[in-house]
């Protein structure tokens, strides 16, 4: 008879938990390293959004490693931080979750060019939510500059962050396979 | 599918849901301005912000080494600019006696008392403004020392904007420039009251400025003092753009350089600091057959 241990120890290699863990670790540095950003004076008022990169790729392409949770706790640390309005991001960034779930399918089948147009809009809608909000809570319009600006450099960003962490996962898939 | 995944899928759909409404109706309750909601913020800001210092120090560290270089490279010139400069600021120190000599008298003439309670205290900018929503900074220095909501934030150039969150060793400053700010100023050329307004960007606006005042490009704008909370007399910025109505001032502080701020640690007795709307603090001038008097704001920011 085989020894049970075996069967718990793959049940146990199978759990997503750490890697969402993981995931989670890793979208909040970057949305830290965000903040950072906005002191290099280039980037004043108008960082890039490096962390909706990072769940527009794992909501495509791995959403069993980024949970909605990951998502809503990823936004409601960059609102804290950035002292937006609290849950702006947060929920903005989750309804981009859903969208992107919607149609997986159809998006893992496109060209890289048109990955990067669907990012734009997407990019462009998780910024105009807020920007909704935020004028009719405060009814008014805040300057638009440093959005159209924080776009475009996101938007610049896309491919480099894209290949970065689909490199980071293709290397991940290597050391499992090793180990 | 089984019993057990449909259940499951169910479970899922509804926290789902509760996450979407709890985040959207986050989005409402952070503006209701609650103490204990603000107190939790500030509380996790504490928390987060030594972290956000450890993920700088890098981002840091190559910018100062940019600036190092650019500065290697120009030090010729920035030499001769800045001898130039320093012979400028001597004569200007020579005026600066004579002027402070000239107001102690002309203090001690009207029986003006200036309110000197206030002792700065420097603190480090941890974060600068990453968006476009809101333009506020962490900085490193909070209840411990005595830091209250209103304290004045100021660098030598002149104002930031006033502490408006404080946990134990963080506070958060709100910018001159966020929309959320609303500083009573003066004209310092002519005394002329107005109001400066955040636009979320790199310029102010100036309202409620009377029709009779003339501003030109590059009036210098200062804080009244009205109110007490922000004391008179500290630059704002000045005017860089007029187009009829629309008047636009220049912050004197940039902003995308804030390393150091000295924090105004004091002067708010009797000052209620839970409620920092200082808009309410402009009253347009009173008239007098047909025409404004122009009242003037003393040393302490009374009117007189």
């Not at chain 1, 120890?9 to 965000?34: M, N, R, T, W």
């Not at chain 1, 002191?39 to 959403?63: D, M, N, T, V």
């Not at chain 1, 997407?122 to 807020?130: E, W």
């Not at chain 2, 002792?119 to 941890?126: K, N």
Request: proline fraction near 5%; include cysteine.
């Amino acid at each position: 008879m085989k020894d049970q241990r075996v069967y718990f120890e793959k049940a146990d290699f199978q759990s997503a938990l750490p890697y969402q863990l993981l995931v989670a670790i890793f979208g909040l540095l970057l949305v830290f390293l965000e903040v950072g950003l906005a002191q290099i004076p280039l980037f004043y008022g108008a960082a890039p959004y490096l962390s909706l990169i990072f769940i527009y790729y794992l909501r495509l392409h791995h959403p069993d490693v980024m949970p909605v949770f990951t998502v809503f706790v990823i936004g409601m640390v960059a609102d804290l931080l950035l002292s937006n309005i609290l849950g702006g991001r947060a929920t903005a960034m989750i309804l981009l979750a859903y969208v992107i779930e919607s149609r997986q399918v159809k998006l893992e089948q496109v060209e890289f060019v048109q990955l990067w147009v669907d990012f734009a809009v997407s990019c462009a809608a998780v910024l105009l939510f807020q920007l909704i909000f935020f004028s009719l809570i405060n009814l008014t319009l805040p300057t638009f500059g440093p959005f159209f600006f924080q776009t475009g450099v996101t938007l610049i960003l896309f491919p480099i962050g894209f290949l970065m962490i689909y490199t980071a996962h293709r290397l991940l898939q290597k050391m499992k396979l090793l180990a | 599918m089984r019993g057990s995944d449909k259940g499951k899928i169910r479970h899922r759909r509804i926290a789902h849901g509760i996450l979407i409404l709890v985040s959207f109706s986050l989005m409402f309750v952070g503006k209701a301005d609650i103490a204990a909601f603000n107190k939790m913020r500030m509380g996790s800001n504490d928390f987060l912000a030594p972290v956000i210092d450890v993920v700088s120090a890098p981002i840091r560290g190559i910018q100062t080494m940019v600036e190092g270089m650019r500065t290697v490279a120009s030090l010729r010139a920035e030499n001769i600019r800045l001898q130039g400069e320093n012979e400028l600021l001597k004569r200007w120190r020579r005026r600066a006696e004579i002027l402070e000599s000239e107001n102690r008298q002309l203090r001690s003439i009207t029986g003006v008392v200036t309110s000197e309670n206030r002792t700065p205290v420097t603190a480090r900018a941890v974060t600068a403004p990453g968006g476009g929503f809101a333009h506020t900074v962490l900085v490193a220095h909070g209840r411990e020392i005595g830091i209250q909501r209103g304290n004045p934030v100021v660098t030598a150039d002149g104002l930031v904007g006033m502490v408006v969150d404080v946990g134990n060793s963080y506070s958060r400053v709100l910018l001159i420039s966020d929309f959320n700010s609303r500083i009573p100023v003066i004209l310092a050329s002519s005394s002329w009251p107005a109001l400066t307004v955040g636009k979320n960007g790199s310029l102010l606006d100036l309202q409620f400025l009377p029709n009779e005042a003339e501003p030109v490009i590059g009036d210098l704008v200062l804080t009244s003092g009205h109110g007490g909370v922000l004391p008179n007399g500290i630059p704002v910025g000045r005017i860089a753009h007029i187009d009829g109505e629309e008047i636009l001032v220049r912050p004197a502080v940039d902003f995308r350089h804030l390393g150091y701020v000295s924090i105004l640690v004091g002067g708010l007795d009797g000052i209620d600091n839970d409620n920092l709307d200082l808009g309410k603090f402009y009253t347009p001038l009173p008239e007098d057959g047909g025409s404004r008097l122009l009242e003037g704001v003393n040393a302490a920011g009374q009117r007189q």
